[in-house]
């Protein structure tokens, strides 16, 4: 995947906490194979210090927000990432989890 790797900045203007932990809403792109069947915004939990950048927008399958949009999952051909912990994101986390299996 053509990305990098950034760290969270510690000195944010807007006090943000390093690492982003806790509950966030995400973003899926329309036609994402792991979004499938999502009616509402699904929420998922976030333990992170670092984001990817990816240099293609077409890989981003969804993006959160803190403090700016961030990308919360990504795919590129068979490659599947998410920045969040789906296991630990209840009904959501499973959703994805069985859409994933699906594949």
């Known amino acids: 995947v053509?990305?990098?790797t950034v760290r969270f900045r510690l000195d944010s203007p807007n006090g943000l906490k390093v690492p982003h932990m806790g509950w966030n809403t995400v973003e899926p792109k329309s036609g994402s194979v792991l979004f499938s069947g999502f009616?509402?915004?699904p929420r998922f939990y976030f333990v992170h210090s670092y984001?990817?950048?990816c240099r293609e927008?077409?890989?981003i399958q969804a993006t959160a927000n803190y403090g700016r949009q961030i990308t919360a999952a990504l795919q590129h051909g068979h490659i599947?990432?998410?920045q969040?912990?789906?296991e630990k994101s209840h009904t959501y986390g499973m959703r994805l989890l069985?859409?994933?299996a699906a594949l």
Do not use: S, T, Y
Request: charged share 30%; no cysteine.
């Open 51 to 53: 984001h990817v950048v």
């Open 2 to 4: 053509d990305a990098d």
């Open 98 to 100: 069985k859409n994933f």
């Open 39 to 41: 009616i509402e915004p």
């Open 80 to 82: 599947l990432g998410a």
């Open 57 to 59: 927008a077409e890989d």
């Open 84 to 86: 969040f912990h789906p």
